[in-house]
């Protein structure tokens, strides 16, 4: 999935979440699983059982039926089955775009219209990763190329092949929503099972840049959502451009008045920070 970064990627948002992320300086990486999209980490499993079921070994097929209908999935073996067409380590993701005034981004993302695109430095963003003690803090684009995805899954069904795929599902989407042409940051934390959430220790990533400082939860769409809190140490660094939505009353003044007031403008006249309002129409 090697693609060349954009300078920009965006995070579409309502008006409040957007004032609670500049006042903060923190965003959340909320649980993948509840997303909008009801096939969001089964769709690479759902692709590789199938290709499996097509290309596999007769034993391989036995196996992975049992294992798919829940019989004997105890045994190392087994388990190894069922993990190859099941999502087990949870996933925490801050969902962003290359696109940043995308009309259909605008209805699903950001108060149909109303709300606010956030245009992240995706270099900085890049710099946040890390991978230690049980947790992987990894930026790439999305990948919605079914060839693409065949080239990760496992060459075999061995254990250690199996837990790659569990780090790759994330950036794997159907196709229906290429157009979004979406980079996700994503906390995977691998361990199983899952029982209690430690936040990762701080003198071991680059602290300079970020904090995770809490794990929590909120409710969305009926559900709780557990998130990690990602706090920015110099957000001014992090952000290039904000797009005003196409229905938003907002001005592109009120906008930059907000800035200097948060110390990330100096005066109305610094351009830093782009501030401009969407060119779609959209009434």
Known sequence: METAMPN????YCSLPTFLKIFK?????LSDISKSNDS???KW?????RNWLLEHGSADDKINLL????????FSPESF??????????????FCLSEEGDSLSQWRAYSDNGYGISIGFNAKYIFDFS????????????????????QNYFPQNLSFEEVVKSQFVAPFFKNPSFSEEKEWRLVIIYYEFPFEKVILPDQSK???SLFKIEQFGYNVNNNQLVSHFELVFNDLKKAIKEIIIGPKSRETVDGIKLFLVSQGLLNDMDDDSISVRKSTSSYQ
């Not at 903060?24 to 959340?28: D, E, H, L, Y």
């Not at 049992?66 to 999935?73: D, E, F, M, T």
């Open 205 to 207: 990533y680059n602290s």
């Open 130 to 149: 890390f991978f230690i003690d049980k947790y992987r803090l990894v930026f790439k684009k999305v990948s919605y190329s079914e060839q693409e995805m």
């Open 80 to 93: 190894t089955f069922y993990m190859a067409q099941t999502p087990i380590y949870p996933a925490w993701a």
């Open 39 to 41: 096939m969001e980490l």
């Open 44 to 48: 690479y499993f759902d692709q590789y």
């Open 66 to 73: 049992k294992a798919r209908n829940g019989k004997s999935i």
């Open 8 to 11: 920009v990627v965006y995070h």
């Open 24 to 28: 903060t300086k923190t965003i959340w």
